[in-house]
């Protein structure tokens, strides 16, 4: 009987070592090169103008499929959370607008700013990407061409894109997302400069 209890112990002590080193896991901070961007001006030395546009995009791309990013531009209706990208708790969809369903709008729970006391993300707009522009699972490529479209990316050019990544909060809310969620790589600075440089080189896009 005290051999069966001990090993009772024994087994609950286990799950919870085991349960404790997955939320580490999860929640680890990224290697520095991860969680860095490289400078516009650190892409100079491309002679090839169009080759410099796709090796900018592809730095670009540690933010677009950086999880702050992915999230909320995923390819079903459900959003994701956290570093680990788990499915969202609780079951919430897109909705009509992308603010979720009836009763269970994205306000219901998430507020104009983080709620670090209880880790629940906010933005004035808190709102899922819409379908035309869910990344998830595309190549690098493919989100470049995506971003670029028109008929998909919200009727912007590509100085309206710029203009979106560096004045919409909920964007700038990747740099700032509050206590338990690491923020997307550099700076929006930095993104914004990238982003810019892209666009004098042509916003060429990697091949897909």
Not at 110 to 129: E, M, S, T, V
């Amino acid at each position: 009987m005290q051999k069966a209890i001990l090993l009772t112990v024994a087994a609950g002590i286990a799950i919870g070592l085991a349960g404790t080193a997955l939320t580490f896991a999860q929640t680890a901070p990224r290697s520095p090169s991860d969680s860095s961007l490289r400078p516009a001006a650190s892409f100079s030395n491309i002679a090839n103008e169009r080759d410099r546009s796709v090796a900018l995009f592809t730095e670009m791309a540690k933010v677009l499929q950086h999880p702050r990013c992915m999230n909320c531009h995923p390819a079903t209706e459900r959003p994701r959370q956290g570093d680990a990208r788990r499915l969202h708790e609780p079951l919430v969809v897109r909705g009509k607008d992308g603010h979720g369903a009836p009763g269970m709008n994205c306000t219901t729970c998430h507020g104009k700013q983080n709620y670090d006391p209880a880790r629940i993300p906010g933005d004035g707009h808190w709102a899922l990407a819409p379908a035309s522009m869910a990344w998830e699972g595309k190549t690098v490529g493919q989100i470049c061409e995506q971003l670029k479209d028109p008929n998909r990316n919200g009727s912007r050019d590509v100085p309206g894109l710029i203009k979106h990544v560096t004045t919409d909060s909920l964007v700038l809310w990747g740099w700032n997302p509050g206590v338990g969620r690491e923020p997307a790589p550099g700076t929006p600075a930095e993104f914004g400069a990238l982003m810019q440089s892209w666009a004098d080189t042509g916003a060429a896009c990697p091949a897909s």
